[in-house]
């Protein structure tokens, strides 16, 4: 193994793998519908990385020091052969971590398959537990949050760790706190609260709509009184609170807030193999155009060393200096490469 640095001497740890652009989902803050639409020219064959040249390039991803592995989308489970990727990360590529991230609303039918393959764990989507408002910000008028349930009680049956991921917005589900905690408490998961972000260009986003991380804090330790975790290792995304009850923790990510670019170590590769150094980056890096090009492992390799070396992103530390700036900057689209 490589240790490749950044500008910032930030090392590659961490990797992103979108498998799909598609989603059977049209969030308002990731992919509104009005954007997303039945015309919308999503990827077809062969512009997406089949699983061959996946483990290609996963491979050198692997020799440059990427220890964990995150399987995303668009939705993930929407891909046939994600439990052959994941077979090939745990069995052939050794990855220590090796987690997915989905919607849930595939997880009841699939999990079983995810575990036999040797799936690590799993982030679940769950911004609502009220069905009006899940219709609503899963963009599915009708679909019931209970599938979606139905699904994690499945993963957590066959013994998956389980981390349920909600986006907090002012106004939209903030007041849903407290219940979104309870569930994740009796079941003994982890409720993971995010900040809502500026990624993509289309998803309404406004500083007002943003509720802090400390807020959040403080108002699920006024319920039940909470204490700061140690980070389990350096660069580690949630800020981590237990209940001193030992009814478990809690994860903040707070990328507005409280930014953690300085000890960021995630890279993001998408369906069609573009390399991204942070998630609201404007461009990718052609990896698997280069790949075709017929270079050998080791140009590849050298390839993905001259990207990272050349990295110096951090844009959530300038976030508020390019607001004030009222500069406007195009970015890539959340659902492109996975969160």
């Known amino acids: 193994m490589t240790d490749l640095r950044d500008q910032y001497s930030r090392p590659l740890r961490d990797l992103r793998v979108s498998v799909t652009d598609r989603c059977n989902f049209r969030c308002p803050y990731c992919m509104p519908a009005e954007v997303f639409g039945h015309d919308y020219a999503f990827l077809h064959d062969p512009a997406v990385m089949s699983l061959e040249e996946m483990r290609r390039i996963l491979r050198q991803f692997v020799r440059a020091g990427v220890e964990k592995v995150r399987i995303t989308g668009g939705e993930p489970l929407l891909r046939p052969d994600v439990p052959e990727l994941i077979r090939l990360l745990k069995q052939e590529l050794r990855v ?30 769950l911004d609502s537990l009220q069905p009006e408002t899940f219709a609503r910000l899963s963009g599915r008028p009708g679909a019931s949050v209970s599938r979606v349930q139905d699904g994690i009680a499945a993963a957590v049956t066959l013994g998956f760790p389980v981390k349920i991921n909600t986006v907090v917005q002012r106004g939209v589900n903030d007041h849903e706190l407290l219940e979104l905690a309870a569930w994740a408490r009796e079941r003994r998961l982890t409720a993971r609260f995010i900040e809502f972000m500026d990624v993509g260009n289309h998803n309404g986003w406004r500083p007002d709509l943003v509720v802090p991380a400390r807020e959040i804090v403080a108002r699920l330790s006024a319920r039940w009184p909470l204490e700061p975790c140690q980070p389990a290792y350096r660069g580690e995304v949630a800020a981590r609170y237990r209940y001193r009850d030992g009814g478990g923790e809690i994860g903040l990510i707070s990328s507005v807030t409280e930014p953690f670019c300085r000890d960021c170590h995630r890279a993001r590769l998408s369906a069609d193999g573009k390399l991204f150094t942070c998630l609201f980056a404007s461009t990718g890096w052609d990896v698997l155009g280069t790949l075709r090009g017929g270079v050998t492992d080791d140009e590849l390799f050298a390839f993905l060393g001259q990207i990272w070396h050349g990295r110096h992103d951090r844009y959530s530390d300038e976030r508020a200096e390019i607001l004030a700036r009222h500069e406007t ?3 890539v689209e959340m659902s492109y490469i996975g969160g």
Do not use: E, F, I, M
């Open 329 to 331: 900057r195009l970015k």
């Open 96 to 125: 220590p971590d090796v987690a997915v991230t989905t919607n849930g609303w595939l997880l009841a039918r699939q999990a079983a398959r995810l575990r036999a393959a040797g799936l690590d764990r799993l982030n679940v989507s």
